[in-house]
């Protein structure tokens, strides 16, 4: 095992020290003075009078060279982690799920790390090339403060490109099956770690799928972009009809199996484009009483925002069509780069242009074991927005 205490030390601007006061873990390329530029890792980070600012992760070919990890100088090795970890796991108790985000990276005072738990199983993400020379102590440190029996590590991210990382699903400790099961709130699903989207399973969205099933009635339900089925199976506990949607068929086939996991049979499984469906359910006069929306990042990029919204208002303003009068629509956007007001923004003009008067019955983020830092706006992707048509 490694003991990883700084040996090597970088040199900041009065900027980048400012940031760290500031609360925020990132400094850039721009606000260094001196650095190492060979190996990644942790490194000690000095002011220019050679004031001690912390230890942080250097990634010498990311813009964002430093991610803070404490501001004191004791050693980060195995331990430290262990430490760490296991007082995020202390935030989380209580949560009614088998599966949750022990360690939301910046969210929880360990930049670019992700460990997701699922029952007796671990899948985590390094993120950046500083993190990602500490893996042996990393996992080390995750099997000491949670005592998995399989460590899986879903590096596959894209964003690790940033960091000139190689895009790898590799398995760190023991062994992670292809289907976990996961329960939720009474609702069983079978999370894919080793090919689904993130870690497995939207856990972010958790604690909405749970809101809308509370709101929603006994009426006709619609799930757009439903994946694996998770909003459906908790709307088809109430509801008389499901209609759950995927343009994937692959997604779809693992709903199918989720439903019967459930003996749900109220759910049809429809592969669609859902912007084609939309205007199709239009056509024929259709109405939901539940409807959700949870469509993939329509905003990658902030040149993208335009366009994306285009997309964002479209499906509103659809979906709020086919609303009945007292239906309830959660709708959501997980582009960090439509923030809160620009989303807001969105959905005033689509319940404009729909003519409809929706109540806001709740504006939502991403589950609890997902935090955000108020001050670190990065942190924060996911925003949804509960509403009541009552025309
Ligand atoms: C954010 S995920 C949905 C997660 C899901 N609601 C959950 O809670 O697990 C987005 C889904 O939208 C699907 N998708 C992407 N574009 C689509 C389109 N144009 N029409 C229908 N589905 C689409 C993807 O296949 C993916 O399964």
């Not at 970088?10 to 400012?18: L, N, Q």
């Not at 890792?41 to 942080?56: E, K, S």
């Not at 079978?190 to 929603?216: C, Y």
């Not at 019955?361 to 048509?389: F, I, S, W």
Request: glycine letters at 8%; proline letters at 5%.
């Amino acid at each position: 095992m490694t003991t990883a205490t700084a040996s090597r030390s970088v040199v900041v601007s009065a900027k980048g020290a400012a940031r760290w006061q500031g609360g925020h873990p990132w400094i850039y390329r721009t606000d260094l003075y001196d650095e190492p530029r060979d190996a990644p890792g942790i490194v000690a980070v000095t002011d220019r009078r050679g004031r001690h600012l912390g230890q942080a992760l250097y990634s010498p070919k990311s813009e964002i060279r430093l991610r803070l990890l404490t501001r004191g100088r004791e050693p980060i090795d195995a331990g430290w982690w262990s430490e760490r970890i296991a007082a995020a796991l202390a935030r989380r108790t209580g949560i009614p799920a088998t599966a949750y985000r022990v360690v939301h990276a910046e969210g929880d005072g360990l930049p670019s790390l992700v460990v997701d738990r699922y029952g007796p199983y671990v899948v985590a993400q390094l993120l950046s090339a500083g993190l990602e020379q500490a893996r042996d102590d990393v996992v080390s440190g995750i099997r000491a403060a949670l005592a998995p029996q399989g460590i899986l590590l879903r590096n596959d991210a894209p964003i690790r490109r940033h960091e000139a990382l190689p895009l790898e699903v590799v398995s760190a400790f023991g062994s992670v099956p292809d289907t976990l099961a996961v329960e939720e709130h009474g609702i069983r699903y079978l999370a894919a770690p080793h090919t689904g989207q993130k870690t497995g399973a939207f856990l972010d969205q958790r604690e909405n799928r749970v809101l809308v099933a509370e709101q929603s009635g006994a009426g006709r339900a619609l799930d757009l972009f439903t994946y694996h089925g998770s909003f459906a199976l908790h709307l088809a506990r109430r509801a008389r009809e499901v209609i759950a949607v995927d343009s994937s068929a692959d997604a779809l086939t693992r709903g199918r199996e989720n439903a019967a996991l459930n003996e749900l049979a109220n759910i049809a499984w429809r592969e669609a484009n859902a912007f084609d469906l939309l205007r199709e359910l239009e056509r024929r006069d259709e109405r939901f009483d539940t409807i959700v929306l949870d469509p993939p990042a329509f905003a990658k990029t902030k040149q993208s925002v335009p366009r994306a919204l285009a997309g964002y208002k479209e499906i509103n303003l659809r979906a709020m069509r086919l609303l009945t009068s007292g239906g309830v629509l959660f709708t959501c956007s997980c582009s960090y780069h439509v923030n809160r007001a620009v989303f807001a923004d969105m959905l005033a003009d689509a319940a404009r242009d729909a003519g409809r008067r929706l109540q806001l019955l709740a504006q939502t983020g991403a589950a609890q074991d997902h935090p955000e830092l108020v001050n670190v706006p990065e942190t924060g992707y996911l925003k949804g927005a509960l509403l009541r048509a009552v025309d």
